[in-house]
C-alpha cells in the first residue's frame, strides 16, 4: 500500500489506492485499505490531505513539505513548491499571538485540461 501511494502522482482518495491495491492484492478489503492508510498516516509515512471542497480526504507519499494547488473544475492537485519569505512564520505570529511554527499553502487554479 505504501508503494501504491508513493509512486501515485494524483494525490488519490482512499477509494483509489483500494482499487490500486486490488490489482495486486484482489482479496484485500477496504476496510483493511482505510486501517492501513490511518497507520501510516499515523507514522508519518504518507500525509493526508484535505483539499476541496468535498471533504475527501487524499493522500501523498511526499512528506517532504510542499504545498499544493488544486483545479476546482476537475479536482485534479499538483504538488507545488514556493519561497516564501525567510521570516514569514515570525511575521504571522506578530500579527496574530500565535506561536507560529509552519504553514501549509493551498492554490487554486485551472489546470491545463480544464
Known amino acids: 500500500m505504501l508503494d501504491v501511494v508513493r509512486h ?3 494525490h488519490p482518495t482512499a477509494r483509489d489506492i483500494y482499487q490500486r ?17 490511518n497507520l501510516l498516516v499515523a507514522h ?10 468535498d471533504a475527501v480526504a487524499r493522500y501523498d507519499g511526499n512528506t517532504s513539505h510542499h504545498d499544493h ?5 476537475c ?9 516564501l519569505p525567510a521570516d514569514v512564520n515570525a511575521r504571522a505570529a506578530a500579527a496574530t499571538g500565535f506561536a507560529v511554527t509552519g504553514y501549509d499553502l493551498r492554490f ?3 489546470c491545463p485540461d480544464c
Open 75 to 83: 479536482g485534479a492537485v499538483a504538488d507545488l513548491s514556493v519561497r
Open 69 to 73: 494547488v488544486v483545479c476546482p473544475g
Open 44 to 53: 508519518r509515512e504518507v500525509l493526508e490531505l484535505q483539499l476541496g471542497d
Open 108 to 110: 487554486e487554479g485551472r
Open 21 to 37: 491495491v486490488r490489482r495486486r492484492r484482489p482479496g484485500i478489503g477496504f476496510a483493511t485499505v482505510y486501517r492501513a492508510l
Open 8 to 10: 501515485a502522482g494524483d
